[in-house]
């Protein structure tokens, strides 16, 4: 299995629901990361994490919170979001930040398309 | 910040040859160059990389320059089915780990029929 699979594959929420998304791999692969893109804009990182803990987490506001309850899954919790929001999530994943190899690359799945009202 | 530059766009015949430059010219001796395509509305492909060597798959060809300052992406028969954007990016390789991909605003390329 060489797949990365994100669900829901489209969202449309309100500004005070609360939803998630998901993102699973089962490549073995102990980095995920959570990428947001913009219409006609390249993606931008969010979060990155390495061995189920967070490594990196690019100022992004709390009304996203990231979570990965194991190594093979990556949710992402939206809470009180804006307009602005909306976006396509991309979900990747890779071998692993610590000790990695230089054909380490990233695996993307199809992402999810977010929109905001 | 990208520490890559590309053109905006570029446009190519099905069947010939589509030659995609890239330009790194501050790249380190630990960074690799690793190019990705992304089709409408689908997540980034991998579809090749390269430290100084030129490196080919069955995707693509790598060239990357002697001084390391610029590479070169080949498809060596583009179809139709190659209309994306190909992004260019340096990705430090370190003893303690990878860095993550940093997107910049990338090459739209477009085969025409």
């Known amino acids: 299995d060489t797949e990365v699979t994100q669900t829901p594959k489209h969202l449309v929420m309100g500004m005070t629901n609360k939803k998630s998304l998901k993102c699973e791999q089962h490549?073995?692969?102990?980095?995920m990361y959570w990428y947001k893109q913009k219409a006609k804009k390249p993606p931008e990182l969010m979060f990155v994490?390495?061995?189920?803990?967070?490594?990196i987490n690019e100022s992004v506001p709390s009304r996203f919170s990231p979570e990965c309850p194991n190594s093979s899954l990556l949710n992402l919790h939206l809470h009180a979001l804006q307009p602005e929001d909306s976006a396509l999530y991309l979900c990747?994943?890779?071998?692993?930040?610590?000790?990695?190899?230089?054909?380490?690359?990233?695996?993307f799945g199809p992402g999810t398309r977010l929109t905001v009202l | 910040d990208a520490k890559t530059t590309q053109p905006t766009s570029m446009d190519c015949a099905e069947g010939r040859a589509a030659n995609l430059p890239c330009n790194h010219s501050t790249i380190s001796g630990n960074e690799y160059v690793y190019w990705y395509r992304q089709i409408h509305s689908q997540g980034p492909q991998y579809i090749i990389h390269?430290?100084?060597n030129n490196e080919t798959n069955e995707m693509a060809s790598l060239i990357i320059t002697e001084d390391r300052k610029s590479s070169t992406l080949i498809l060596p028969h583009a179809t139709l089915r190659d209309t994306a954007v190909y992004y260019c990016?340096?990705?430090?390789?370190?003893?303690?780990?990878?860095?993550?991909?940093?997107f910049g605003k990338g090459t739209r390329l477009s085969v025409i029929a």
């Open positions: 390269g430290l100084k």
């Open positions: 994490y390495s061995y189920e803990k967070l490594s």
């Open positions: 490549m073995g692969h102990r980095a």
């Open positions: 990016i340096v990705r430090a390789t370190l003893r303690v780990g990878n860095t993550p991909l940093v």
């Open positions: 990747a994943s890779s071998q692993g930040l610590a000790g990695g190899q230089e054909s380490d690359g990233q695996f």
